[in-house]
């Protein structure tokens, strides 16, 4: 992304954005609300034109590629993509073969061999039958991430996909999309998780870039303080000897002021 | 709508879901009784006619040859079968157009009257009865006064509804609804003006809708208008099912949603303009159809456009024969027919699979 401006009214979101994203990779998106992450994955997967500046996939504009190329490329998991009709969860995974199919819109043997591997990857295969209005949250994420995944994507645009998921489901969420070759952009609300599982991590604030690096090197206590107004700890999980954040209200005073020595 | 409950939504205790027959049998199973329903009900009438009679006459007439007209063929082939043939196309353009006004504003109460194109059929038909006269008018006038005002309300509500290079479903509902009401309030003023009884009494036929100005010309019209769109809407049924994801699913999946809907849009109003042209405003078929062949075959739109068409066929052809008997010699408006036959066997199915069709 080179100098990229966006948003929804004429005082963009957005702008100045200059950002390289490591291919293979998982980079977590951070920000306060309204720091302008969700606007600026909408400029990934072309939901909402730039106003101004580049985005850059390999050595094309993805903003001149045909529309259905850049969805045979880029995948998406958004933040609410449930329409009023109701699809099995194998039809709502097969959409995602639909950057694929020629102009008639019927799968091939191929399409279906892809839909069921996708199905099983997230652990769907069971629910593949049933109406996705039926599932729960966990289950309906899971049906969404398979849709991206058969997407075939080479870039997995994940916009928030932890919300309303339960501890459990969204660890499952992340180790889904991690390590499997594909690079990942996620826009995450919880520090801990980005830290724990994003090899790179940009912060997001007031629509621009405030850092971005490596979680360990990156979450500092005054980077956190400035742009959320928490007080952070970066530890070192126990047990698997990775990075971890732990948070806690500003209003709390250290330990310094609570005991004048 | 958004994912904030764990709790699976669990369809009532004695629900069980309608089942859902392979496609190929069903499309077989309907089209072979629509084609039953079509030779029964060129049978029936003031003069009935042995189905054997019926196809053999339909035969000849097809093939080109055939021995000189009886009056059994006369009845078959001039008064009756342009009526039937009408009434399969109909019905399946306003199934049809019921299926994709509901993708097309993502939600599944609308129905293709809810674009305000009706509206605007009403306000040119009337104006033709209250000015004119159904008999003075001959019987192209009609109809075409009927499309020209479809198409008008048509391109009014695009334009309104249209903002920044953008088409909302929601703003679409809104204006169509908004422009409905203003045309319907033109066509209330149209027949207080005009005063006479007769002419209010046509008025409100063609308003609750009928086929019994048929005629081969506008069958065939009808005809090829529905056939044509529906067969390029089932070539691009895959894009309806895109497109209910909303605008941002449908780019995520590479399709740009206003464009489509355009599309779409254009289809729908060339099949309501036409099939309201030639029949008045049917209520109910593009509403309960689509609705009730989801419950039978789910959501995706490469079965439910076949399904629906036929369905819609189905339910027109029967409906439209019982408006000429129940009262015979004179006839009802079929829209009070489809309203009563379709609402209680929607509702019940409704009902028995526990769940909306939403």
Redesign the interface.
């Known amino acids: 992304m080179r100098g990229l401006t966006a948003g929804w009214t004429s005082v963009p979101a957005v702008s100045g954005i200059d950002l390289d994203i490591a291919e293979g990779r998982l980079t977590a998106l951070v920000g306060p609300n309204g720091s302008g992450k969700s606007t600026l994955l909408?400029t990934v997967?072309?939901?909402l034109r730039p106003a101004s500046g580049l985005l850059l996939l390999g050595e094309d504009d993805l903003w001149r590629l045909p529309?259905?190329?850049?969805?045979?490329t880029?995948?998406?998991l958004?933040q609410?993509?449930?329409?009023?009709?109701?699809?099995?969860a194998r039809?709502a995974v097969a959409?995602?073969r639909?950057?694929h199919?020629g102009?008639?819109?019927r799968l091939g043997p191929g399409d279906a061999a892809t839909v069921a591997e996708c199905l099983a990857a997230t652990g769907c295969a069971e629910l593949a039958e049933r109406?996705v209005?039926?599932?729960?949250?966990?289950?309906?994420?899971r049906v969404l991430l398979a849709r991206?995944l058969a997407?075939r994507p080479r870039l997995l645009?994940l916009d928030e996909p932890t919300?309303?998921?339960?501890p459990r489901h969204q660890f499952e969420v992340l180790e889904l999309v991690r390590g499997k070759g594909i690079t990942v952009i996620a826009a995450l609300h919880s520090l801990d998780l980005a830290a724990y599982y994003a090899d790179r991590v940009v912060v997001l604030h007031e629509g621009t870039v405030a850092a971005a690096g490596p979680p360990r090197e990156l979450l500092t206590p005054e980077l956190l303080r400035r742009v959320f107004g928490i007080e952070a700890s970066l530890l070192t999980d126990p047990v698997d000897g990775r990075p971890r954040l732990l948070i806690r209200p500003s209003r709390i005073p250290s330990v310094q002021e609570a005991n004048p020595s | 709508?958004?994912?904030?409950?764990?709790?699976?939504?669990?369809?009532a205790p004695d629900a069980r879901p309608l089942a859902r027959p392979p496609l190929p049998v069903l499309l077989a199973v309907l089209t072979a009784l629509l084609l039953g329903s079509v030779v029964l009900a060129i049978g029936i009438g003031p003069v009935s006619i042995a189905p054997g009679t019926v196809a053999r006459v339909l035969a000849d007439r097809l093939l080109g040859a055939g021995p000189p007209e009886s009056t059994d063929a006369f009845i078959v082939w001039r008064l009756r079968a342009p009526r039937v043939v009408e009434g399969v196309f109909v019905g399946a353009g306003l199934a049809v157009a019921g299926t994709v006004a509901q993708?097309l504003v993502?939600?599944?109460v609308a129905d293709p009257y809810v674009l305000g194109l009706s509206s605007g059929a009403s306000v040119g038909a009337v104006l033709v009865l209250t000015t004119v006269g159904a008999t003075a008018a001959g019987t192209m006038t009609l109809p075409l006064a009927a499309f020209l005002g479809a198409l008008a309300a048509g391109v009014g509500v695009f334009a309104l509804a249209r903002t920044g290079g953008m088409l909302h479903p929601l703003r679409l509902i809104m204006v169509g609804i908004a422009v409905g009401q203003l045309l319907g309030g033109l066509t209330s003023f149209l027949v207080l003006r005009a005063g006479s009884t007769d002419a209010q009494q046509q008025v409100m036929f063609w308003l609750l809708g009928s086929l019994a100005g048929a005629q081969w010309p506008l069958a065939l019209t009808c005809a090829a208008v529905v056939g044509a769109v529906t067969a390029a809407l089932l070539?691009?049924?895959?894009?309806l099912?895109?497109l209910?994801?909303?605008?941002?699913?449908a780019?995520?999946?590479?399709?740009?949603a206003t464009r489509t809907r355009g599309l779409l849009f254009l289809a729908t109003g060339l099949l309501t303009g036409t099939v309201v042209a030639v029949s008045g405003t049917i209520g109910f078929v593009g509403l309960v159809v689509p609705n009730l062949t989801?419950l039978l075959v789910?959501?995706?739109h490469?079965r439910v456009l076949p399904v629906a068409a036929l369905l819609g066929a189905l339910l027109l052809v029967w409906a439209d024969t019982a408006a000429r008997m129940v009262l015979a010699p004179s006839e009802l408006p079929i829209g009070i027919l489809t309203a009563m036959v379709g609402v209680p066997f929607f509702v019940w199915a409704l009902r028995r699979n526990g769940?909306g069709?939403?």
């Open positions: 909408k997967y072309r939901a529309r259905r190329e850049v969805a045979r880029v995948g998406v958004g609410d993509q449930h329409g009023g009709f109701d699809f099995t039809e959409l995602g639909a950057p199919l102009p008639f819109g109406p209005s039926t599932l729960s949250g966990g289950e309906r994420q991206a997407q645009v919300n309303h998921l339960d | 709508m958004a994912l904030d409950t764990e709790r699976p939504r669990t369809p993708a993502r939600n599944p070539a691009a049924a895959n894009r099912n895109v209910v994801l909303g605008d941002e699913g780019a995520a999946l590479g399709m740009d989801r789910g959501a995706d490469r769940m069709a939403a």
